[in-house]
């Protein structure tokens, strides 16, 4: 049986429709509102960027590939390549109370594409009666190997949609963290969480929890910049014929760092959500040390700490990591090429392993070398991107980068 929460009931009796947030009548956002063009070319007028497309001339190989990773299409700006899911009558409704099977309150949400422009509505009442609330979709943030999540501007602050898209199982649910049976349209994204999800954008006020932006100052996906620096003075010594020694040192290349400061690069984003800002976000600079920008925070999970994106601090705690003096996330991964199946990274276990000390090759022969990573570096499921959607619980799954021996697989 489907659970109608006292909020909606409270609502249709008159003393205020809460069960959508500041609820107001049929509300179509004009097409304006919605931001298409592609900022990750700007340099968002903040001095010495000049974007990615200032990099292809001389780096053409590496802006091709990059084009076609995650951390490229971790934010983007809507359009029928970005915006997930389907908008197709009969596909495009999420049912959260039903109004064909029950005589209570429904709730409903409805994706709707206009005039090349996207939209959530939220749709509540009783029987004949409706309220309605829609948004257009204005950002579109993670990269569709998960789902992804949408924003809305509301002026000059941005808000989280309440519906969400999830790759697996090809549906739409409620945005994680979201409480089932309401319509929240009012959840502020602060600057933490676009840190990690866009190159920049520049807040208009130094509280860390606020909402406010110049929006014409986003800059989505992960640029060149956010790891080499700015490149202003870089490409104009190229331009000028400076030789390349001279030109190399006006830009930043983070394979030229220690082992340390790489690691902490790539841990602004990839060393979970148990820290507090001690600066400003976007205030990062590659090659400085990460302890500078963030404070860790206690855990209760030091057993087995949650795999929601803490892939640095679980490497850590591996064996490889802590018996090699160069290991760092590029020994296996190349972050100017698309991500590769899991499997494939088995070969560099191998450079240090001998699939022959498997306990299974015993069993399994050389196969077994095929992949390391299913049994040393399990997928898991997270606590912390869960969502409660019609009464049914979807929570998200992660590769573990603590590479150790997982018992009940088999290995001796």
């Known amino acids: 049986m489907i659970r109608v929460r006292t909020i909606l009931l409270l609502g249709l009796i008159g003393l205020s429709f809460l069960a959508i947030q500041a609820l107001k009548p049929d509300s179509i956002a004009s097409a304006a509102r919605a931001d298409g063009s592609n900022r990750h070319e700007a340099d968002a007028g903040r001095a010495n960027y000049v974007g990615d497309g200032a990099c292809d001339s001389c780096h053409k190989k590496q802006g091709l590939s990059y084009l076609h990773t995650s951390h490229h299409f971790t934010s983007q700006p809507p359009n ?175 394979a030229n760092f220690s082992r340390d400061r790489q690691v902490d690069m790539c841990a602004l984003c990839h060393n979970g959500i148990q820290r507090e800002a001690t600066a400003p976000a976007f205030s990062f600079e590659p090659g400085k040390r990460l302890s500078d920008y963030f404070h860790l925070l206690p855990t209760n999970s030091a057993e087995h700490p949650d795999v929601h994106g803490n892939q640095v601090g679980l490497l850590k705690r591996s064996r490889c990591y802590l018996s090699s003096p160069n290991m760092t996330c590029s020994t296996c991964h190349d972050v100017h090429a698309k991500e590769r199946p899991a499997a494939s990274y088995s070969a560099k276990c191998l450079t240090c392993h001998q699939w022959q000390s498997c306990g299974l090759s015993k069993t399994m022969g050389h196969s077994i070398a095929n992949n390391c990573i299913d049994c040393h570096m399990p997928v898991e499921p997270t606590r912390v991107i869960v969502s409660e959607t019609a009464d049914h619980v979807v929570r998200a799954t992660m590769r573990n980068h603590w590479i150790k021996i997982y018992p009940g697989t088999g290995k001796q």
């Not at 209570?104 to 609330?133: D, I």
């Open 80 to 254: 029928k390549e970005s915006v997930l899911g389907s908008f197709q009558q009969g596909s495009n409704v999420l049912a959260i109370v039903d109004p064909t099977t029950t005589a209570g309150p429904f709730l409903y949400f409805k994706m709707e594409a206009k005039n090349g422009h996207y939209y959530e509505t939220a749709v509540t009442g009783w029987g004949t009666q409706e309220q309605t609330r829609t948004e257009p979709i204005d950002v579109v943030t993670g990269s569709g190997v998960r789902g992804a999540t949408y924003l809305y501007w509301q002026g000059n602050q941005l808000f989280e949609l309440p519906v969400s898209y999830w790759t697996d199982g090809h549906r739409w649910i409620n945005s994680p963290g979201y409480e089932d049976g309401s319509a929240d349209f009012s959840r502020p994204v602060n600057p933490g969480c676009l840190e990690c999800h866009a190159t920049y954008i520049r807040p208009l006020s130094q509280d860390p929890s606020t909402n406010r932006y110049d929006r014409d100052s986003l800059v989505t996906g992960i640029s060149c910049e956010r790891c080499h620096g700015p490149g202003a003075q870089h490409v104009a010594r190229q331009k000028a014929g400076s030789g390349s020694a001279s030109a190399g040192q006006a830009i930043l290349n983070p």
